[in-house]
């Protein structure tokens, strides 16, 4: 716990001068509880049939913590989650509308993860040969995929540092309330087994028979897609730009279209 002390500390302090401290949220399937939850005294069920030993219990350390005193909601560190690569099963046996995106099996969760980000199987940047990919462009350098909910974190610090970019004098808690409300959307994930309770949360009798449909498709078994508490806050990038697809029909066959000037498509359909 020392270990965890100290890094908890850096972080706490690092905030207290005005640094922006993101971190993952973990990748044990973790509850992350907050001091008024049911499951916060409680070591983390580290499996469907016994409990963690060690030290580990249902609540924050280390750098994903970053305060001292009482655990309450929104302190300290900005804690991010991991969203699968895949989706809910189109049979719907979870209860879950089929298609859903959901959290990935082993991120962690609970009330003190503050946003959700995509994670597994994330394309990126690697370092050396004998990585995923080879690029096409220079093959001297290499793809590969990246997961975990070391993944997830960058996306969010990269919309975090837009934010900044814009608003210089921003600390920890506009930060956190910029990516709580307009940096998200909530109500995207999947939250099959919404049960607060650790015990019933992992008794939950679902298998993997019969299997799904579509080969890709998994079930949630013993609850690992389940939220636990946790906001249903999906990344969200505030400065990108969507067209809506029966907003603009534009055709062109042929020739060529020229503009100049101001062009107003708000209420223009072009064919």
Not at 73 to 101: F, L, M
């Amino acid at each position: 716990m020392a270990a965890f002390s100290s890094t908890s500390s850096a972080a706490e302090n690092a905030i207290s001068e005005g640094c922006i401290v993101l971190a993952s949220a973990g990748n044990n399937n973790q509850k992350l509880s907050d001091k008024d939850d049911v499951d916060f005294n409680n070591k983390y069920y580290g499996t469907s049939s016994s409990y963690s030993g060690g030290s580990f219990i249902n609540r924050v350390g280390g750098v994903q913590q970053g305060f001292s005193g009482d655990h309450d909601i929104g302190k300290g560190t900005i804690r991010v989650g991991a969203i699968d690569c895949g989706v809910e099963p189109s049979d719907e046996q979870q209860g879950v509308r089929q298609n859903t995106i959901r959290k990935v099996a082993y991120s962690s969760n609970g009330p003190m993860v503050d946003i959700y980000a995509p994670a597994e199987q994330t394309m990126a940047a690697a370092y050396a040969s004998g990585e995923d990919y080879a690029r096409d462009d220079n093959s001297n350098f290499y793809d590969t995929f990246f997961g975990g909910t070391s993944s997830a974190c960058p996306h969010v610090a990269g919309v975090a540092a837009l934010f900044v970019e814009k608003n210089r004098s921003a600390d920890q808690d506009d930060v956190r309330s910029f990516l709580t409300n307009e940096g998200c959307k909530t109500g995207l994930l999947s939250d099959p087994f919404p049960g607060v309770n650790d015990t019933g949360y992992f008794n939950t009798a679902i298998t993997n028979t019969p299997t799904p449909f579509f080969s890709m498709e998994s079930y949630n078994t013993n609850g690992s897609g389940n939220l636990r508490g946790s906001p249903n806050r999906t990344l969200f990038n505030y400065l990108s730009s969507s067209i809506d697809d029966n907003s603009l029909i534009l055709k062109i066959s042929g020739g060529t279209l020229n503009i100049s000037g101001t062009l107003d498509i708000s209420s223009m359909n072009i064919a």
